[in-house]
Nanobody, 128 residues
């Protein structure tokens, strides 16, 4: 069983930065796909960025050039560096993981249902 624990959310003004962390605890398979999702009130959960154990990275168009996903395998921790934040980035942010798969082939990293493990979420609020 794997547990994901997010941290790093908060409130910032537009143009500011935050770094989210997601620590994974338990048995971690060497092959995986991990992603960041967000959900604003009244909206569906949407994918923000993904990374897999092969190093493949993808971003949603809305965050390209502003957000950076990275990982520290020694710490079993996933990060999301968010720069130039906008009010529309306000949402609950979740990290997700699925193991024994890459973020490719038959696996769609933009669909929440493909991921079996989720963190509890961390709130990001950006004021104008």
């Amino acid at each position: 069983q794997v547990q994901l624990v997010e941290s790093g959310g908060g409130s910032v003004q537009a143009g500011g930065s935050l770094r989210l962390s997601c620590a994974a605890f338990g048995y971690i398979y060497s092959t995986y796909c991990m992603g960041w999702f967000r959900q604003a009130p009244g909206k569906e959960r949407e994918g923000v960025a993904s990374i897999d154990s092969d190093g493949s990275i993808t971003y949603a168009d809305s965050v390209k050039g502003r957000f950076t996903i990275s990982q520290d395998n020694a710490k079993n921790t996933l990060y999301l560096q968010m720069n130039s934040l906008k009010p529309e980035d306000t949402a609950m942010y979740y990290c997700a993981a699925e193991y024994r798969t890459y973020c490719s082939g038959g696996f769609n990293p933009w669909v929440p249902e493909f991921f079996g493990y989720w963190g509890q979420g961390t709130q990001v609020t950006v004021s104008s």
